[in-house]
């Protein structure tokens, strides 16, 4: 069972763009909602996080936006660069219910080309 | 740098082997996780630890493997009589405790089982 389903697979975007990438969970108990960047050979890093109590979140490039009824959270990067292509994993955990491992979905490869 | 660390990056075995990898968090965090990554999917949860205590493990952690944090510092994922299906990377991330929810991850060990 796949909790955490992500879309699309893989993306292609002109360079100065908008990247968007849609992740829906099953599970109503998740509290916190990371996004994670990955490099080939490389660990995930964390771009920008957010709790169910907000609808929105923008850290730079970066927003999330987030809507709780439908189940849904979506990565939005403006003006997308070509040094943004990587691979984007959504996830989600219930910190709040004491459990802090990661569901994460299966990733979206971005490519931006220029 | 100060970030997560895991050794060694790369390993090759043979089937039936056993093999043992190393992560040191970062060192005021007191909660490592352990995750297994394949190709093209994203981190799936191994087991967490909150100081020396491991409090929460996944089905997938078989009883060929075991992970241990004496002391509550580094911690290290050992999988005895390794199979094919084993090949993977395997990611530790650190997290500082508390409400503290980020999850920072090291680059991973690649194991390849032959």
């Known amino acids: 069972q796949q909790q955490v389903k992500q879309s699309p697979q893989s993306l292609i975007v002109q360079k100065g763009g908008i990247s968007i990438i849609n992740c829906a969970y099953e599970n109503t108990a998740f509290d916190y909602f990371p996004w994670y960047q990955q490099f080939p050979g490389k660990g995930p890093a964390l771009l920008i996080a957010?709790?169910?109590?907000?609808s929105e979140k923008k850290e730079g490039r970066f927003t999330i936006s987030f809507n709780k009824s439908a189940k849904q959270f979506s990565l939005h990067i403006m003006d997308s660069q070509p040094g943004d292509s990587a691979t984007y994993f959504c996830a989600a955990s219930r910190p709040g219910a004491g459990s802090y491992q990661l569901t994460f979905g299966k990733g979206t490869k971005l490519s931006v080309i220029p | 740098d100060t970030g997560v660390s895991q050794d060694p990056r790369h390993k090759i075995t043979k089937r039936g082997q056993n093999v043992t990898f190393r992560c040191d968090p970062i060192s005021e965090h007191n909660r490592l996780y352990w995750y297994r990554q394949t190709l093209g999917q994203g981190p799936e949860f191994l087991t967490y630890f909150q100081n020396e205590a491991q409090l929460e493990k996944s089905r997938l952690l078989s009883d060929r493997f075991s992970a241990e944090r004496p002391k509550g510092s580094f911690s290290t994922l050992e999988i005895q009589r390794t199979e094919q299906g084993d090949s993977a990377m395997y990611l530790c991330a650190s997290s500082l405790g508390g409400a503290g929810e980020t999850q920072y991850f090291g680059p991973g060990t690649r194991l390849l089982v032959l």
């Open positions: 957010i709790r169910p109590d907000v």
